[in-house]
């Protein structure tokens, strides 16, 4: 059975600057600068589909949602949605500052779509899940920013809702809470109910999602297995890429003051395939070159990294495997076969720890940026490190 | 409609007229107290200017200023925030989606519960004063008439405040001239007989004469006047729903 049908689908859009005035109006035809959103879509999804959306800012993607969740009308075509849907898009819309956190996810509940009682039944899971103890009694304007949003979360994915949206609220909150947004979206996709996920993370859509759509300029590229849809998506940006390292911070030193003990780094640099460009070709490697020295008696142990977006957010993490440590000094390699993002910079953590992961050896926390710039601008972001040992 | 869609769209216009009203009233020092401020010092200078320097003579001047001035005073405030009452929730509109109507209509509730707290106390007062009457039961037809009346504008005003930028100011001066156009400051009876048949057709005249007649116990003709409101409310309603709900599709484009 079919959980969304849409068909023939489009959406036009007026731009002005202001709201016009209904005294002029009534005389002076008005001119009208229109733009086409979203042009003859036609999307069945399944139930149980799990669908990620995919396309560059401005393709029509939260145009697309806003629709099925009923938001915004087409301007032409059909909306047939089956069963009730439950929308991320914006977490705490509809708090109100003055109002106390109880007040307000009663009425952040009805909004959403439960009658009070449903509420009553909910409440103690929701106020539970938002883990914000005391404050529940105080209002929302006491409260921090990632107070709200856990709040805001924690109605929203209370509601039980047969079709769930999400629109980039992963990129929101810090990263203990996006593991609990992932755990809570996998927990969805359990329970073998709908989810449409618009995100520019492709690997969270990989993951997440069976399908993938791909839209662009208003229309549907592509749609299919979201791994191969991801991938054409990705390539269409390598095209006559030419990305620039223009920065001289991509090599950190360590300071050779530093008692030397232990297990330590010595030396992380970024390697270009031709040393002497300052241009990475399409085809390159990124490749970071991590330096070693091991004082101790320690044999072995595992190498870390951690990479975060300029706002410090995490973003993705991977550690090596078992390296051997015995030479006393040595480097491993990190390399990417593509560009993890095309604009923008991103920090680095790199660690050394013992095989269990408990003890650390050593620990460079975000010390390391690497800045990317491409000639087009898109926002996804493609992890795919390896480690290379000697 | 099921009973679970009934309970939902109840227990959702609770909520958002607790949340107009908790918003307006909590954060300010005096709180509710500010729902009888206000209307009183109206009240107070009104009675004053028109029984000390102008000399209306009417019996029992303050009451009926005042119970002219409670339903004018319902019908104006909730008029003017009810209008802007989606541009004020923009956030809402463009976030979730959920039956607009319910934003206008639970602004006019909020002025609907304060409305009838300071309706108790004038009530309690003409018990007092006048003694009992079963004249006060007329109330309630009366206030029930007077809300549908101001969401049917309500609607249809807000609907076009949304996307027209000077709705407010239009409403704000046509409110001046209906204040005065109403029977509030004077009686009826003191409208000129050529300008009746036109006076009349003001949907607010039944509304105050009414009340006045009802605290006061004169015998003024009401009948004619209400039945007049009335009529054109129920030709307002549908109107009002009609154009909103084909308006309110777009309303997350325009905000």
Partial sequence: MDAIILQNVSK??????????????????????????????????KKGETVGIIGENGSGKSTLLKIIAGITTPTKGSVKVNGRVGSLIELGAGFHQDLTGRENIYLNGTLLGLTKKEIDKKYKDIVDFADIGEFINQPIRTYSSGMTIRLGFSVAVHLDPD???????????????????????SEFQKLKKTFILVSHNITLIENLCKTAIWLEKGKILKRGDSVKVT??????????????????ENKIIINSKQPKTGVKFKEIRYIADNANSTFLSPNNHLKIMIEYENYSQIKSALFGVAVYDELG????????????????????YL???????????????????SLDGHIQYDWLEKEYTLSFKDKINNNFLNFNFKWVLK | MTKRKFAYLKDLTISLTIKELKSKYTSATLGFLWILINPLLQMIILTLVFSIFLKIEVENYPLFVFSGLLPWMFFSLSLQSGISSLIANRDLIKKVNFPRELLPMSSVFAHLFTFCLVLVLLTAFVVVTLGPSFLLLFLIPVIVLETILIISIVLLLSSLDIYYRDVSFVLQAMLTVWFYATPILYPIEFVPEKYFAFYILNPMVGITTSFQSIFLHTNVATFTPILISAVETAILLPIGFFVFKKRSKYFADWV
Avoid at chain 1, 164 to 185: M, N, P, S, T
């Fill in chain 1, 313 to 332: 957010l995490h973003l993705y993490g991977v550690s090596s495997p078992k390296v051997d440590l015995s030479d006393g000094v040595g480097c491993v």
């Fill in chain 1, 12 to 45: 036009k859009y007026s731009l002005s600057q202001y709201r016009p005035i209904l005294l002029k109006s009534l005389f002076v035809p008005q001119e009208k600068e229109e733009v086409w959103a979203l042009k003859n879509v036609n999307l069945n999804i």
């Fill in chain 1, 231 to 248: 991938k054409r998506y990705l390539n269409s940006f390598r095209v006559e890429k030419k990305i620039l390292y223009k920065n001289p």
């Fill in chain 1, 163 to 185: 079709i769930l949206l999400i629109d980039e609220v992963l990129a929101v909150g810090d990263e203990e809470f996006q593991r609990k947004c992932i755990y809570k979206i």
């Fill in chain 1, 335 to 353: 390399v990417m076969d593509k560009n993890p993002i095309s604009n923008g910079k991103l920090l680095f953590t790199f660690g050394i720890s």
